[in-house]
C-alpha cells in the first residue's frame, strides 16, 4: 500500500499516533478523534490524509509490515550458512519484540477485522503469506526435504510465539529451539545434492 508521494510530517504524526493507540488499545476502540488529538492535528487534516479510518489502519499496518520485512531480511542477510538463515526470522522476532510487548498487530488486525475486502485485512494476511513463503524459500535453498510442510511448520512456531508473547512465558525461546531442530531434522534433498 506505497503511498504515491511521500507522506507529509503532518500525515507521519498522524500516523505514528495511529500506530501507538492501534497496537496499545486496539483498532476498533480507537477512534479519529483520540488519533487527531494524540497526533496534533485536527480531525479534517487527518482526512485529508487518509480519506478515511480503514486507509489510516491500512497504512498503520504497510509501514509496521516494511518494518518488518527490513529486519527479517537483514537477519537471513546477516547468516553464512543456508541452514541456519532459515530460522533467522526467529531471530529478528527476538529484536522485534523488545520494543513490541503486545503480541502481533497483524495477528490482532485479522482478529479485529474479519472482512477480507477490508485493505488492512489484506496487509495483514499477505505479511502472514510472505513470512510463509520465505521459510519456504529459504527451507529450498538450504536444500531441506519437504520445504513447504517445513515452512509450515515454522510459520506455526513463529505465530504462536507471537500469540503467547503477552503471556508470562518464554515461548519464543523454546520456539526457536524447536525450529533449529526441525531445520536440522529436515535432511537433505538428494536431489540438491
Known sequence: MREAQPMSPAGRRIVAAAEELFYNRGITAVGVDLIAEHSGVTKRTLYNQFGSKDRLVAT?????DQRWRSLVL????????PVESVTAPFDALRTWSEN???????????AEL??????AYRIAANQKL????LFQELATRAGRVNPALLATQLLTLH?????TQPLPLD????????ARALVRAGTPDPLRS
Open 60 to 64: 498503520y499496518l504497510d509501514e509496521r
Open 74 to 81: 537483514a537477519a537471513v542477510d546477516a547468516c553464512d550458512d
Open 100 to 110: 513490541n510487548t503486545r503480541g502481533c498487530a497483524f495477528i490482532n488486525a485479522l
Open 114 to 119: 474479519p472482512d477480507p475486502s477490508h485493505p
Open 130 to 133: 510472505w513470512l510463509l513463503n
Open 159 to 163: 505465530e504462536g510465539a507471537l500469540a
Open 171 to 178: 515461548t519464543l525461546s523454546a520456539g526457536i529451539d524447536l
